[in-house]
């Protein structure tokens, strides 16, 4: 499977490719090689997220496929439904997924997004707008969150850890 290592300005993330389809963007703790993108797949996704990281791309445009149930694949399309700079808390997620008890089963299957910033996981908090949960880091998680406002104008949030 073709991969390579991309250094975004809150660490490296790994980027596979599998079948013509991106399966995974994780961000990771430590360093790493950069690696040059050699399949235009992943020149695509590299350019996309530096977009992204520039605050010019909004919205994603890759071939996605990430391995699940079929729960999770539910969990992560709706993922997908939510907007840049928007955040919804889990209760929402769950009703939104006509789900309202299935609140610890949605976010289980939030963390096991593998498609991070693609598939906006980062965009779920919980009810009282604390940040809760996010496998590559809480701190991403406020990273990302506040990245988007400043895109949006919305200018410097205050989000607690």
């Known amino acids: 499977m073709p991969s390579t290592y991309y250094k975004t300005p809150i660490g490296f993330a790994r980027i596979i490719e599998e079948d013509s389809f991106i399966t995974s963007i994780y961000l990771l703790d ?8 050699d399949t235009p797949l992943l020149k695509k996704t590299v350019q996309q997220l530096d977009e992204y990281f520039a605050g010019t791309r909004k919205v994603f445009d890759l071939p996605l496929k990430q391995h699940g149930t079929g729960f999770q694949q539910q969990v992560w399309e709706q993922l997908s439904k939510i907007d840049y700079g928007k955040t919804i808390s889990y209760a929402q997620q769950s009703k939104f997924m006509h789900n309202p008890l299935g609140i610890r089963a949605i976010a289980s299957a939030n963390g096991k997004n593998h498609l991070i910033i693609v598939v906006p996981c980062h965009r779920v908090i919980g009810s009282d707008g604390s940040l809760t949960g996010f496998g590559c880091g809480v701190w991403r998680k406020k990273w990302l969150l506040e990245h988007e406002a400043r895109v949006m104008g919305v200018g410097q949030t205050t989000l607690e850890l």
């Open 30 to 37: 430590g360093e790493f090689d950069e690696t040059a993108a």
